[in-house]
């Protein structure tokens, strides 16, 4: 029986001490040392999981970025409830590495702005090469960033370089792109699913977040996501997802 199906009670290294004498095995577990309990887990009819799974697949199909967003208000609790979803994201070794600034704020909405526009324009007029720039322009984007103050929600998730240990060290966060990336995609799915809309921005460089936002050295913005309703006569452009036989290649050996 290895440590994961014993619940965890054999710690590693134990050590000659332990080795000569197995009672202390217990004092020996430390205060990280977290116990297993059974997973919950219900089994469901193979057409409930496929009813389920087309639902799901047809409520994301419905799911699109819009730049165009209402000022109409959104209750606080849908932005703290959908920070909760992205935060259930699979994340490198459970250090769940991200911090969710969320801003209902005008004034701040307006700085950030501000110093998103001050970037973009530099983006937009010097640093973005053509063959970036070929593939931008049919999405209609360009450095007026006016969703930054339109949106009554923005938030912005920051990614956590670095943890401080328990002996007051720094270590390094493991994953935190990939685990920031995960933590963006169900954040935005849930907001998509309680009826809003979210444009996933990314100004670029946007080290100005961090101290415009006070956040510690070891975080870096990735991603800003204003929140709110579709604007009355919010426009999109007319693109088209790729096709399973376009985006998927399987081994499949029972067809
Ligand atoms: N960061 C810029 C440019 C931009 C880049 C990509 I890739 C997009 O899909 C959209 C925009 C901006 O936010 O405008």
Redesign the pocket.
Known sequence: MNARHNGGLTPPNLGLRALMNPEPIFESRTMDDRPFIPLHWTERLHDDMLRRAELNYSELSERRTTRDFSDRDVDRRLIELAILSGSTAPNGAHLQPWTWVAIRNEELQKRVREAAEHE?RK?YSERMPEAWSEV?TP?G???VKAHLTDAPWVVVLFKQKKRQRSNGEWGPTYYATESCGIAAGMFIQAVHNMGLVTLT????PMGFLRELLERPRHEEAVLVMPIGYPAEDAMIPDIHRKTLDQVAVFFDEQS
């Open positions: 973009e983006t931008l999405l984007t360009d450095a921005h990314t100004p670029s």
